[in-house]
């Protein structure tokens, strides 16, 4: 074997062992879509608030209150079970297990933090503080990014620490405007993650 041949050897030893841990089937079309969902959402409920001040939730009628947490759970529903859809297609087609163990790691890294952004959501929305539930909901879902981003390429983590920067502007300086950040960052941020996603993989 000569010199040339063992770096060869040397670096496909390495992207093996790359691959075998960190998850790659990470389905662009799936974040883009739950980006789209998302901005959808955040139209409709400028649309009943005429304002980007969740604050303005509590000067809602309560049946219309109901039907945007009612809309927002079902977006988050729709995310979720696309990505689940198109992770399963993608592994499928790369020929590797959609719910390997790096995969199980993954989803008990972010479950903590999804759960509790979870439960906090109800006790906000319980005790009327609207202006918490966004950036609540942006830092948690960054700190399950980078969890998620650890077993990962490096694309979530990147996506996880924007998220929880946008929540802690949001909570301290930017709560006045806290529906044009979900857009940015539930919105367009997902859809350039998903875009940056189908350059880099091919889906």
């Not at 009612?70 to 992770?87: C, D, E, K, R, S």
């Not at 903590?112 to 609207?130: D, G, H, K």
């Not at 948690?140 to 694309?155: E, F, N, P, Q, T």
């Not at 620490?161 to 857009?183: E, H, I, Q, S």
Request: hydrophobic letters at 60%; a positive charge.
């Amino acid at each position: 074997m000569n010199e040339n041949e063992a770096v060869e050897q040397l670096a496909t030893i390495r992207r093996i062992m790359e691959s075998a841990t960190r998850m790659t089937t990470l389905p662009g079309r799936a974040a883009v879509c739950g980006g789209v969902f998302a901005l959808i959402g955040c139209v409709v409920t400028y649309w009943k608030m005429r304002s980007l001040d969740f604050a303005e939730m509590a000067n809602l009628l309560p049946e219309d209150c109901r039907a945007l947490i009612a809309m927002w759970a079902l977006i988050a529903i729709a995310g979720i079970g696309v990505n689940i859809l198109l992770t399963l297609r993608l592994a499928r087609k790369r020929g590797v297990d959609a719910w390997s163990r790096l995969a199980q790691l993954a989803a008990y890294a972010m479950a903590p933090a999804l759960l509790a952004a979870t439960a906090l959501s109800v006790t906000m929305i319980e005790n009327a503080q609207w202006r918490l539930v966004a950036p609540t909901w942006m830092m948690l879902y960054g700190v399950a990014l980078w969890m998620a981003g650890i077993l990962s390429v490096r694309a979530p983590w990147m996506l996880g620490g924007v998220f929880f920067a946008a929540g802690v502007v949001t909570l301290f300086w930017a709560a006045p405007a806290a529906l044009a950040m979900v857009a940015l960052t539930f919105g367009l941020a997902h859809v350039v993650f998903g875009i940056v996603l189908i350059l880099r993989f091919g889906e």
